[in-house]
């Protein structure tokens, strides 16, 4: 079993800077990819940035150049530092992570969700 806890979610202010992050723990030991997906209201859920264990990236074109993904491997945390924020990014944040254990079936998981509010 893995759980994957978000922090840092909150208010800020367009242009503004925020940093989440998500810790995974429990049976992590052949953790892969790790994602940040998000939700706005009235819409589906979307892919925002996702970085593999060597530090290979992939990221929404709506956020390209203003959020980073990054990882601590020894920590099994990964973070989104998000920059010149919009009032379009305010959603839910989820923290996803793949589980590929050398046997058996490649799992996913999810986190509660952390709420990003950005006001003009």
């Known amino acids: 079993q893995v759980q994957l806890l978000e922090s840092g979610g909150g208010l800020a202010q367009e242009g503004g800077s925020l940093e989440l992050s998500c810790v995974a723990s429990g049976s992590v030991y052949a953790m892969n990819a790790m994602s940040w997906y998000r939700q706005g209201p009235g819409q589906q859920r979307e892919l925002v940035a996702a970085?593999?264990?060597?530090?290979?990236?992939n990221y929404a074109n709506s956020v390209r150049g203003r959020f980073t993904i990054s990882r601590d491997n020894a920590r099994n945390t990964t973070y989104l530092q998000m920059r010149a924020l919009k009032t379009e990014d305010t959603a839910v944040y989820y923290c996803?992570?793949?589980?590929?254990?050398?046997?058996?079936?490649?799992?996913?998981?999810w986190g509660q969700g952390t709420q990003v509010t950005v006001s003009l």
């Open positions: 970085i593999n264990p060597n530090g290979r990236t």
């Open positions: 996803q992570t793949e589980i590929a254990p050398s046997m058996g079936p490649i799992l996913d998981y």
